[in-house]
């Protein structure tokens, strides 16, 4: 097979599932490089130039093709019916099934993102995953929201991997347990900031309570 007829960007995230397997036996490296375009059937000195930045942009393919599975696999229109709740942790136990037998080549990447050069990419990978996540999941907010419940997800997220890394309890309960615990914490999260950005007129006012008590309507 050549690779004339696609960008190497499409070539990195077709190769990056393989490149987690691999990972598992030789970590992020050339090598895993090599057994996933062996696997493929893609040049090898292409695929290995197409990763030539190293570890952290096999990682990065590797999240950003979860992310491409996840969008086919869960669109909007399907997730409407679903309580917002439900919506998230389907998108959540949806990434999480595409990590399991991979928890070894997770582990290592999750220590690659931790690496100080590499924190403020780590960082938008998790945004853009948890845009991605909330979009799905019906959230078109454009205000100071839309910055609050992709931080907070993509927060809860990161924490769930690392659960689920260690996770070796039958059916991964504990990470499961751990995250339906923390999307209800969001859940309570959004309604309490709701009632608190309510409209003025529909707040609470003490001093509109005080003024029904003295001139109660008639």
């Not at 030539?52 to 990065?60: H, I, L, P, Q, Y």
Request: a neutral charge; hydrophobic letters at 50%.
């Amino acid at each position: 097979m050549t690779t004339s007829d696609t960008s190497l960007e499409d070539l990195r995230i077709r190769l990056a599932p393989l490149v987690a397997d691999a990972a598992v036996f030789d970590g992020w490296s050339a090598q895993a490089v090599r057994a996933a375009a062996e696997q493929a059937d893609v040049d090898a000195e292409v695929a290995v130039y197409a990763f030539r930045d190293g570890a952290m942009e096999m990682v990065a393919a590797w999240i950003s093709a979860i992310d491409r599975a996840m969008i086919q696999a869960l669109p909007a229109e399907e997730l409407a019916a679903y309580p917002v709740r439900e919506r998230i942790r389907r998108l959540v136990q949806f990434r999480l099934d595409a990590l399991a037998g991979r928890e070894e080549a997770l582990s290592r990447a999750l220590a690659i993102m931790a690496m100080p050069q590499n924190a403020s990419r780590a960082l938008r990978l998790g945004w853009q995953s948890a845009d991605a996540m909330w979009r799905l999941a019906g959230d078109r907010a454009t205000d100071y929201n839309h910055y609050t419940k992709r931080a907070i997800l993509a927060g809860v997220y990161a924490a769930t991997l690392a659960i689920f890394a260690d996770d070796d309890s039958l059916g991964k309960t504990q990470t499961k347990e751990f995250l339906d615990r923390r999307i209800e914490g969001i859940i309570k999260f959004e309604k309490a900031k709701a009632r608190l950005v309510r409209p003025a007129d529909e707040r609470f006012s003490m001093a509109r309570l005080l003024g029904r008590l003295r001139y109660p309507a008639r």
